[in-house]
């Protein structure tokens, strides 16, 4: 060690260890060191790619440099940590991000330059990190981003898939999906720690003796055991020394379990197995909201869960504390259920493996654990059938089978003599198979379940968790509005708005603080300053129109309207409601005379998004868009009054090309089924009107910017019931517009309707399940005071800073704060500067 060195070897050390400095010129020789070594290239062969690898690889140096010491400074001081266990971290490109957050974007794009490239260029060469599905992933990786800026001692901890989410190509307007292997090239974003290995096991059987005490003691003999192998992404926080960690999970088979097989005899046999351990990390499941059921999904989240709670419990018995410290040292948040197994391996761990009574042991686990829940469909909710659960983790069955039958036991207690209560609260579902509640042992491991929103934490409280309320208690149960990182969705993603925003405040310090925001109302009377607003807007539907071409190959014009929807396809969103109002603004634009059309406001219809490979009615939505696409598109008597186009592989770079070029975007979920949203708020951020209902976190939206500034329609969360009640027993009639609608479909104006009819049937009278019937009138009317709206360019671009400088609330620093402060107990923890990599 350090200790025994002599001093000059240790001052020796120390000289050499300085850190790099920030000019041009350091970063020019970083750059053409790695191209003529790391990648052994010469400059006369370089393309945009080799430039984009070459800049990242000194980019991942800094990065390393701050890693290490954030992480030696924590291990030293070690304070209390949060682990956010997350299956997904939807993390999209890292260099520009880490280039900005570092404050070395100016020094690395002059260099750059420089060296005969462009830096835009160069940024897109990369590849996106695509390990996730949709909004649950990407708040991962915004809550990354505001753990590291605001210096929490924080890790996530997920998969290393090879495969992310499908790529979406659109194949005679059908979606059809082709892997996304990500890691054809080097990924220099991810520090292999092949020295970290994990052995994670499965099946087999448990065998129960009594120890010298008499005390019965369960041993878990496993039939099989993979290998789990650490790969650290660092996340750089803005402004700040501090880097926080992602550790991803990868599989591999055991060289002992490979052995056995083969010393038997049986060659094929271990290669099987060895093959079935890697694909245990192989490929992101493509559903969101949406539950499948499949074992290999089990034996992730198995495998996941197990290693990140070794790992924890490792670093934790590093301290040689007490274990009754644990929840001191360590908390661990759950996105959504799928890291409830975590509770069980704790609970196992500690019962089995360190001998502490079963209630020691289940006081630290629930003062370890608390879980986010993301949804309210019953589809999503995940269980698993008792059988296949018993053949994988027969330990883990027993151990869930033993909380749930103390819990009920208490339920019983407190209110006796209630078999449907119990029935309802049980972590089992009596079914056939037997099923295993995830939500429900994720609240009863937890001391804190939170919902995304307002309305959603409301919502849960009432419906799927009303009986855990009254049994808990309302304190249990509380709210966490989401968040987004403004470092990436406006800094970023919109550098000139950026720009504009920190030359008018004098600073860049809004940044850290969103709430600053709020001194850009002073600007809005200034004719100068929305000139230069909505001059950048300008600028930005005019590069969305260029990807626009690229992608669809049609021609938008940037002075239209440009309306936007993108998220994934799901009938809950209401997709199919957007372009059957689409379709009727065809026709009402079909049946003017010359003069009517001049006073039409011309508008864009941009749609974005993947539907889950399996969903056959999402998948048909988009179908019938790109086929209305087809035929407005090319239609003379249209021309650039309605143009309708379908982003093929909307991903995060995607978004962040369409998010600061639209001018209004639709959040128009039936009421109480959309959590929170989180585009929502990116659109606002960057200046963008919005239209939705009175759902998720678009309510909260609208008591921020004022409901002059938001275009809200539909019926209202507890509306809902009692109008599908109607539609079921009074026969409410089709609306009259959409019934016109649907007829130009049935009569083949957009291709063969046989294709579309069981998307129709979708609508089908007392059959509407998401309200598209009786929320469509008042759709049309809000789009028609969009149109009124934006006609009057100068009020319009006054709603728009408006919207931007109140939206400080939704800063996932706050988010995260908010987290910190009433549930993880954790405090910011700075590292110090002391000069060297
Ligand atoms: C992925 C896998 C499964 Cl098994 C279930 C759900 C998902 C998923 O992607 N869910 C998801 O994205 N949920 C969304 O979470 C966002 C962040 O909280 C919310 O804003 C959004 O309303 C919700 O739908």
Request: proline share 4%.
């Amino acid at each position: 060690e350090k200790a025994k060195w002599p001093k000059e070897t240790v001052e020796l050390w120390e000289r050499l260890s300085k850190k790099e400095a920030n000019d041009v010129e350091t970063v020019q020789k970083s750059i053409v060191h790695h191209v003529t070594t790391t990648l052994a290239r010469a400059a006369y062969n370089m393309d945009n790619f080799s430039a984009y690898q070459a800049v990242a690889l000194s980019t991942r140096d800094r990065l390393i440099s701050r890693w290490n010491e954030t992480q030696g400074q924590l291990s030293k001081a070690d304070p209390k940590r949060v682990y956010y266990l997350s299956l997904e971290f939807l993390l999209g490109r890292s260099m520009d991000n880490a280039l900005l957050n570092m404050g070395l974007k100016g020094t690395y794009g002059k260099g750059v330059e420089q060296l005969g490239f462009n830096m835009e260029d160069v940024i897109e060469s990369e590849v996106d990190a695509a390990l996730g599905n949709g909004g649950l992933g990407r708040l991962a990786a915004c809550y990354m981003d505001s753990l590291a800026t605001l210096d929490y001692p924080a890790w996530g901890y997920g998969l290393r898939y090879n495969y992310g989410i499908f790529q979406q190509r659109i194949v005679d307007g059908y979606q059809t999906e082709y892997p996304d292997y990500w890691l054809n090239f080097d990924n220099p974003w991810e520090l292999p720690r092949l020295d970290i290995s994990i052995q994670i096991s499965f099946g087999g059987h448990v065998q129960s003796i009594q120890d010298e005490y008499g005390v019965t003691r369960h041993n878990w003999i496993p039939a099989q055991s993979v290998q789990a192998i650490a790969y650290d992404v660092p996340i750089p926080g803005y402004d700040t020394e501090n880097c926080n960690n992602i550790r991803l999970w990868r599989s591999k088979p055991t060289k002992t379990f490979d052995l056995t097989s083969f010393n038997e005899g049986n060659y094929e046999k271990s290669v099987e197995d060895a093959t079935n351990a890697e694909k245990i990390t192989s490929v992101l499941y493509p559903n969101d909201n949406t539950m499948a059921g499949k074992e290999l999904r089990l034996k992730q989240q198995y495998f996941w869960t197990a290693a990140s709670l070794h790992d924890i419990v490792r670093r934790f018995k590093k301290s040689r504390r007490e274990w009754s410290d644990f929840p001191d040292q360590v908390a661990i948040q759950l996105n959504d259920t799928h890291p409830t197994l975590a509770i069980v391996e704790l609970q196992r761990l500690l019962v089995d493996e360190e001998m502490l009574s079963w209630d020691d042991a289940w006081e630290i686990v629930t003062k370890t654990f608390a879980f986010t829940n993301h949804t309210v469909l019953p589809e999503a909710m995940e269980k698993w059938s008792v059988p296949m659960f018993e053949y994988l983790l027969p330990r883990h069955l027993q151990i869930i089978f033993d909380i749930n039958l103390f819990f009920l036991q208490k339920v019983e207690k407190k209110f006796p003599n209630d078999r449907g209560l119990l029935n309802r609260m049980s972590i089992i579902e009596e079914a056939q198979p037997q099923q295993i509640r995830m939500a429900h042992l994720a609240v009863v491991g937890s001391h804190k379940v939170n919902g995304v929103a307002a309305l959603h934490s409301n919502l849960i409280k009432t419906t799927i968790f009303k009986d855990f309320v009254d049994y808990y208690g309302e304190d249990k149960f509380v709210n966490k509005t989401n968040g987004i990182t403004p470092r990436r969705w406006l800094h970023q993603a919109n550098p000139k708005l950026s720009k504009l925003i920190s030359d008018t405040l004098g600073s860049d310090k809004w940044l850290k603080d969103l709430s600053l925001l709020k001194k850009l109302t002073t600007k809005i009377d200034n004719a100068e300053f929305r000139k230069s607003w909505m001059a950048i807007k300008r600028h930005n539907k005019v590069r969305l129109a260029e990807l626009i071409k690229i992608r669809c190959n049609v021609e938008v014009s940037p002075d239209a309207l440009f309306d936007v929807q993108v998220k994934r396809i799901h009938e809950y969103k209401r997709q199919f409601m957007n372009i059957l109002a689409v379709i009727h603004r065809y026709r009402t634009i079909k049946s003017m005379t010359a003069s009517q059309k001049a006073s039409v406001q011309p508008r864009v219809v941009i749609f974005g998004g993947k539907a889950a490979p399996g969903y056959y009615i999402a998948k048909l939505v988009i179908k019938l868009i790109n086929s209305v696409a087809a035929v407005v598109n090319q239609d003379p008597a249209v021309g650039d009054l309605l143009k309708v186009v379908f982003i093929p592989d909307y991903n995060v770079s995607v978004a962040e090309v369409i998010v600061p070029a639209s001018d209004i975007s639709q959040h128009i979920s039936t009421a109480g089924t959309e959590a929170s949203g989180t585009s929502n708020m990116k659109f606002v951020l960057n200046g963008g009107l919005i239209i939705g209902t009175m759902d998720g976190a678009n309510i909260e939206i609208l008591e921020e910017i004022g409901e002059e500034n938001i275009f809200i329609f539909g019926c209202l969360a507890h509306e809902v019931e009692d109008l599908r009640h109607a539609q079921r027993y009074r026969g409410v009639p089709m609306d009259p517009a959409l019934q016109g609608v649907i007829s130009a479909i049935e009569k083949g104006v957009f291709e063969d309707p046989k294709i579309f009819q069981p998307l129709i049937s979708t609508l089908t009278v007392g059959k509407d399940f998401y309200l598209i019937s009786a929320d469509f009138a008042s759709y049309i009317a809000a789009n028609q005071a969009v149109d009124t709206a934006y006609k009057n360019q100068e009020e319009w671009s006054k709603k728009s800073i408006r919207c931007t400088a109140n939206m400080g609330k939704f800063s996932s620093d706050r988010s995260v704060k908010e987290y910190a402060d009433d549930i993880w107990g954790i405090k910011s923890y700075p590292i110090v500067d002391e000069g060297h990599m």
